[in-house]
């Protein structure tokens, strides 16, 4: 394939494997879709709804992050892949919209268009790579029957009802996140090696800091709108503040050292593959997971200062833990850590320690979300000062 007609981006440099405009702008429908998983976990505020949104949002994730892959090797300046892209963020948008009822009427429409996304895009992603290399095309053979095989169990479960839904789809995507650990292997094709996944590493790198950048987007158009149909009283103000510290304070945690790091890690990579796979392909979804709960939180703390039911406290601690959870585990798979950073296991400790009185109700919500956001603070001071100390 010459490069006329070759739809793979260039490689002479990083400037070449920037992301481009188009790929942030198909960024947007997945501004809404975090939005309806936020929404969808507020209005289901149970150890059920809890596991059935964390699926749904695994789900908007592996979508997200597989367009990403392929659009590292594809350039999005080329028509046809634009107008895959184009493709993607229609049925992207159907996805996303059936969201709130995808336990319900609008299963079929969330299923059919998961399935329709991944198995498209990798045929899409086959038909460009003709005359391409040997190994990248029948890797994405492998991956292309790895998602048919469960774009049937996807379906499948579209067509039961309640707990046997979440059961066949809990299987369906557990053959989606076990794909990459086992390299893809099938049958008479073998396994692939992470080798063989040459991606531009700053690239991939740079798509899922942006996608930090939606979730915690999203956490302040929540707290922004919650904020504005209250009652502007002390404790509104007080709870405003404390939820936009806290998306500060993730921002930092996230971007101040641990992302630059990881860039100059990947970029020098001599497996980017496996780094891509580990740190950003599994570990980020942790990450963004911890700010859609810790959105939901602030929107408790906001609307209930005074007063919580025990699953509103669980999400008000939960969110701040999920997230140092997934950004100690980035860091620790980036940097060449023996141990996870110990400002976030200290942080971990501070997080459980307000555990039993959160749970007897001898903080209030407003309290407690104060609290946590503390925690966040020493985590980021703690880490930026040692840092530079070290450096």
Known sequence: MNDRTSLLRPRTNHEAARVGSIELFFDLVFVFAVTQLSHALLGHLTLAGAAQVGLLLVAVWWVWIYTSWVTNWLDPERIPVRVCLFVLMIVGVLLASSIPSAYGSRGVTFAASYALMQVGRTLFFLWALRGASLDLRRNFRRVLLWFVLSAVFWIVGAQAQGDARFAWWLLAMGIDLVAPSLLFWVPGLGRSATTEWNIEGGHLAERCSLFVIIALGESLLVTGATFAGLEWDRSTQIGM???????????WIYFDTGAERALHRIRHSTDPGREGRSAYTYVHVLIVAGIVVCAVADELVLTHAHHATDAAIVAILGGPAGYLVGTASFKWITNDRKTPPLSHVAGLVLLGSLTW?????????????????????????????ALRRAS
């Open 241 to 251: 503040l404390v939820a936009v510290s806290g998306s500060i304070l993730m921002w």
């Open 357 to 385: 009185p959160a749970m007897n109700h001898l903080l209030t919500p407003l309290a407690l979300g104060a609290a946590t956001t503390g925690v966040l603070a020493v985590v980021a001071v703690w880490e930026a000062i």
